[in-house]
């Protein structure tokens, strides 16, 4: 039987409902049946009511086709479904960390200890995976935007016994720019024992999510140059030409995000180390 010339309006009723259906997934390619366009699935979404998916061909070149008949995959004909639906945020009973949820625990008031992260999607990040058990401890996040100045912020921070600061970095790897401000940082009169500054090593916080979650191999490989973020999101196919996009393109990023098991173990490593810094006694 020749399935290659059959558009979904031309697949009878019996034959619909035999052919499997597939949850699509991003990096699936797939025919459309129609046009004969075979390109590899960029995104999925809902417009006008209805899930559309953009392929990919070989060129570069996209086009989008709604859901449902008349797509080959692997040159078998198929029913392409919306996306699985994916897990709860959380088991029964835990946080998105991963820790015992403490039932009837109200937030403590805040202690004069803090965690500084880069900028406000670090900060985002670690309050969506570690929100609740931080309001338990009574510890605030707070966003620093650059760490160029982060020998002034913590001389002014006056961190001791009591008063304990720990300090996530992106892309803090030797020889960096980054190890050397820590350095000099940890250097200074009051830090030991009570400044811990730790970091990963990616360029940005948003290489912390795993590329599984998003449905991808891996991140996208940015020229030199050129700004990072920017270049993802124009790899994504996503608008990237302000700051709205920007803004917009991160909160699709973080809405991936469930629970600590979407998130890189060399960021989740660094953070339970920061906590455990500041709530040990």
């Known amino acids: 039987m020749q399935y290659q010339n059959w558009g979904p309006q031309e697949i ?57 008949y008349g797509f080959l995959l692997e040159g078998q004909p198929i029913r392409l479904m919306p996306p699985a639906p994916r897990p709860a945020t959380a088991p029964a009973g835990r946080t998105a960390s991963g820790s015992v949820r403490v039932a009837g625990q109200r937030a403590q008031v805040a202690k004069a200890s803090r965690i500084w992260v880069e900028g406000k999607h670090d900060a985002e990040l670690v309050e969506k995976v ?76 948003w290489q912390a999510i795993r590329p599984a979650v998003l449905g991808i191999e891996s991140w996208p490989v940015v020229p030199r140059g050129q700004d990072w973020k920017t270049g993802i999101l124009a790899a994504f196919g996503w608008p990237h030409s302000t700051k709205e996009d920007i803004g917009l393109g991160w909160q699709k990023l973080l809405g991936a995000v469930r629970s600590y098991a979407d998130l890189e173990a060399s960021l989740l490593g660094r953070v339970e180390e920061v906590i455990d810094f500041l709530t040990v006694p």
């Open 12 to 68: 009878a009723a019996p034959v619909r409902n035999q052919l499997p259906e597939v949850p699509v997934e991003r990096g699936m390619v797939l025919e459309d049946v129609q046009s004969g366009w075979v390109g590899a699935v960029t995104r999925v979404e809902k417009s006008g009511g209805m899930h559309v998916v953009a392929l990919e061909d070989r060129r570069g070149k996209s086009r989008s086709f709604r859901l449902g």
């Open 130 to 205: 570690w929100g609740d058990d931080l309001r338990v401890e009574g510890i605030v996040v707070e966003p620093l935007h650059g760490i160029d100045d982060l020998a002034a912020a913590v001389a002014s921070f006056c961190p001791g016994p009591g008063r304990r600061l720990g300090v996530l970095v992106d892309h803090l790897v030797p020889d960096s720019k980054e190890s050397r401000i820590a350095d000099a940082v940890m250097a200074s009169p009051g830090a030991a024992g009570n400044v811990l500054i730790v970091g990963h090593p990616y360029v940005d916080v």
